[in-house]
């Protein structure tokens, strides 16, 4: 009995020794990522990455100016260098790390009016449908920078509906795409879930 506590006690006493033992940059590495956190960042200035979070390690490729990359794992206030994944793996100092700008072809769907203009543009790909439901056929799917027009109610607002955690927006097909289509369609104008403030819609410019 006494020789199994002493086994026990010699088995955690070398757990934490071996903890102890591990270098801090393994352990900054198996941080965990945080999905609810942007890993997009950008380079302030042209930087090396190295293969190690020390500046005394070799560099394994330099990145220019502006250069976008995935952080592997979002990093704690203090940290002074964080792994990336993309576009090549390594150790960069966060101090040369900015946060990304949004897509400046998304429209806040707060910041814009809905009245008068019916020209829009398709911002992310999306799919014309018959009725404002996922489950309905779709008609036909449109890419980025289609131009299509959306159809007015009284008051010359957009006539939208919301089913199913998205906002629909009737599409008048007939003059969207002339002598092709005909009659109306809908299409996700918002994601209220996964981008509730991004429109897949834009003003014609």
Same mark, same amino acid.
């Given at each position: ?27 900054? *590495? ?8 942007? /890993? ?16 005394? /390690? ?14 592997? %794992?979002?990093?704690?206030? =203090?940290?002074?260098f ?5 576009? *090549?793996? =390594? ?24 009245? =008068?203009?019916?020209?829009r ?44 955690? %998205? ?15 005909? =009659?109306?369609g809908?299409?996700?104008? *918002?994601?209220?879930?996964? *981008? ?6 834009? %003003?014609?410019?």
């Amino acid at each position: 009995m006494e020789f199994h506590k002493f086994l026990y006690i010699f088995t955690l006493v070398n757990i934490a020794t071996f903890a102890l033992s591990v270098p801090v940059f393994a352990q900054i *590495t198996q941080a965990p990522f945080n999905s609810s956190q942007s /890993s997009c960042r950008v380079t302030k200035i042209s930087t090396p990455v190295f293969k190690e979070p020390s500046t005394s /390690s070799h560099a394994i490729r330099i990145l220019s100016a502006k250069t976008k990359i995935t952080l592997a %794992y979002i990093p704690v206030s =203090g940290d002074r260098f964080v792994r990336i994944k993309a576009p *090549t793996s =390594g150790f960069i100092q966060t101090a040369v790390l900015k946060f990304c700008q949004p897509n400046n072809n998304a429209q806040n769907i707060s910041s814009k009016p809905t009245i =008068g203009s019916v020209c829009r543009q398709i911002v992310r790909q999306e799919t014309i449908r018959r009725q404002p439901s996922t489950r309905e056929p779709f008609i036909t799917t449109l890419s980025p920078n289609t131009t299509v027009y959306v159809n007015l109610v009284t008051g010359n607002i957009v006539k939208s509906y919301k089913s199913e955690n %998205y906002i629909w927006v009737e599409i008048d097909l007939a003059r969207s795409f002339p002598g092709e289509l005909s =009659g109306n369609g809908w299409i996700v104008n *918002t994601d209220l879930v996964n *981008t509730p403030g991004l429109s897949s819609l834009a %003003y014609c410019s």
